[in-house]
């Protein structure tokens, strides 16, 4: 495999990774019957540890993929990275509907609209994808055209 094959494969994992902390997150600030959390936490720390852990580097990724293989595409990554956005927004839609159920007292700067930010995010990923395949399938119909 191709090293951008690689790299779309990494932001498919952060990605996947994104999804999973953001709703762990969200779901153990909702607590048990909706309290919130029996614990003294700091949400908008943990929040921004997460975006930078995993959500930023995902669509890092996804543009490091995209300008490794953007003269040429290739197949696997495009797919890959289809995924992958597919998956930022699957997740931060379920995301956003927790939004509501969060207690006041953990409500801070950026919990409503990080879900958004990345949904818009992933639709960006999915457009790399769809570009990557695009020029895949140009490259291969010239290539016949030359034979």
């Not at 852990?53 to 300008?67: D, E, Q, R």
């Not at 953007?70 to 839609?93: E, H, N, P, Y």
């Not at 992933?122 to 399938?137: F, Q, Y």
């Amino acid at each position: 495999m191709k090293l951008e094959t690689w790299v779309s494969i990494a932001s498919l994992a952060l990605s996947a990774m994104f999804v999973a902390l953001m709703i762990s997150l969200y779901n153990f600030l909702i607590g048990p019957g909706g309290s919130g959390p029996q614990q003294v936490v700091d949400p908008q720390g943990l929040l921004g540890e997460l975006v930078s852990i995993s959500g930023a580097p995902a669509v890092i990724l996804a543009g490091i993929a995209f300008a490794m293989s953007r003269a040429f595409g290739t197949k696997s990554g495009g797919l890959l990275l289809i995924a992958a956005g597919i998956v930022m927004i699957a997740g931060m839609a379920v995301t956003a509907t927790m939004v509501p159920r969060i207690g006041p007292q953990f409500f801070v700067p950026g919990i409503d609209s990080i879900p958004y930010v990345f949904v818009a995010a992933g639709a960006g990923i999915i457009a790399t994808g769809v570009i990557l395949l695009i020029k895949t399938s140009r490259r291969t119909q010239s290539l016949d055209d030359l034979r």
